[in-house]
């Protein structure tokens, strides 16, 4: 059974930085792609970043140049550096893993982690 755990979220001001951390429970190259994505309340799910296993990365343009994603392999881990933060980044963020070979209905999400930027 796949788990996918974020943490790292938290309440930042404007113009700081954190970085989400998507613990798994097998090895990240184990999935076609890990992947970030956040929500706001009553809106659908947002993509931001795709890290895929040959380390090609693909963002959304509402985060490309702010946000960046990369991996810790040893610890099955992957991460969101966010920077430059802005109110509108305040969502719930959710780890996403795509497995291969399969239908985007199969993808493992976490439980999601709260980012809150204030002024």
């Known amino acids: 059974q796949v788990q996918l755990v974020e943490s790292g979220g938290g309440w930042v001001e404007v113009g700081e930085s954190l970085r989400l951390s998507c613990s798994a429970s097998r090895s990240t190259y184990s999935f076609a792609s890990m992947g970030w994505y956040r929500q706001y309340p009553n809106q659908r799910r947002e993509f931001l970043a795709t890290l895929w296993s040959n380390e090609i990365a693909e963002y959304s343009d509402s985060v490309k140049g702010r946000f960046t994603i990369s991996r810790d392999h040893p610890n099955n881990t992957v991460y969101l550096q966010m920077t430059n933060l802005k109110v509108e980044d305040s969502a719930a963020y959710y780890c996403?893993?795509?497995?291969?070979?399969?239908?985007?209905?199969?993808?493992?999400w976490g439980q999601g982690t709260q980012v809150t930027v204030s002024s």
């Open positions: 996403n893993a795509k497995p291969y070979g399969g239908p985007a209905s199969q993808a493992y």
